[in-house]
């Protein structure tokens, strides 16, 4: 069996699995699920690796207070949507909103408006065109096109989020950009991990890789890669506006829900 590694833009430690242990906390807020006194993109983190491992061991690694915290929109169950519903209400507070998390989710609910809808439908469309751009590449080097993982999606999405708060291969908590995957699901013998800021666009940002002299463009193009999942994220008052991130895997077997974009 071919050893298995991990790769990025930079020296990265392998994932052994969470950062840190899930502890009991004397109090915890909503949302509020490391006990911080903060509600931000650690929080989310927390919630998705939380969702990862129970849906995959049905083995919870959270207090109850935890998971009173993590049930931001109280249906009884830690899943993404809880994760996704703490993203939006940390980029509320970060450009300024004021109002506590149940205020906001009671105004704000995941599917409450067409423009939120629509700009989630937007960052979706960018994340297809830049899956279709990369494979065209691979295409026109003679190399096999990468298929989309829907799980290597969320992650990225959580990996986006994160870049607003730290543009690096190192986690807003100070670990690898690795820990947020659930290895059960996604057996590999390589992964690797590239960011991006500044351009609207899938082909802006291809060419960023296409110029860079820190090995993007040689993970974009190493044939053994089969996966790929892809984030992107906006925020108007953030130092570049637009983040994108891209996870690559060389699977060991097919992915759950595969497909090419």
């Not at 969702?51 to 109280?74: E, L």
């Not at 691979?138 to 990996?159: F, N, T």
């Not at 044939?223 to 130092?239: C, E, F, L």
Request: with cysteine; aromatic share 10%; glycine share 8%.
């Amino acid at each position: 069996m071919k050893k298995k590694i991990i790769a990025a833009l930079s020296a990265l430690a392998v994932c052994t699995g969470l950062n840190g242990s899930l502890s009991a906390y004397a109090a915890v807020s909503l949302g509020d699920v490391d006990g911080s006194g903060m509600i931000n993109s650690a929080d989310a983190s927390m919630v998705l690796e939380e969702y990862s491992i129970y849906s995959t061991s049905g083995v919870s690694r959270f207090t109850n207070i935890q998971k009173q915290a993590a049930d931001v929109n109280r249906d009884g169950s830690v899943n993404s949507v809880d994760a996704s519903d703490i993203m939006r209400y940390y980029n509320y507070v970060a450009t300024g909103g004021d109002m506590l998390i149940d205020y906001f989710l009671a105004q704000n609910p995941s599917d409450s408006t067409e423009k939120d809808t629509s700009a989630d439908e937007k960052l979706k469309n960018l994340a297809l065109d830049m899956g279709r751009a990369v494979n065209n590449e691979r295409i026109a080097a003679g190399l096999q096109p990468m298929k989309i993982s829907p799980y290597l999606m969320e992650v990225s999405s959580v990996r986006a989020n994160e870049l607003l708060t730290a543009f690096s291969h190192v986690r807003p908590d100070g670990s690898s950009c690795f820990t947020v995957l659930d290895m059960s699901k996604v057996p590999y013998y390589h992964v690797g991990e590239n960011i991006a800021a500044g351009s609207s666009t899938a082909c802006g940002t291809l060419e960023q890789w296409r110029n860079s002299n820190q090995g993007h463009w040689q993970e974009i193009m190493r044939s053994g890669n089969t996966h790929m999942g892809i984030g992107v994220v906006y925020d108007k008052n953030s130092t570049y506006g637009w983040y994108w991130e891209i996870f690559f895997a060389e699977a060991e077997t097919s992915l759950d829900g595969e497909y090419l974009p």
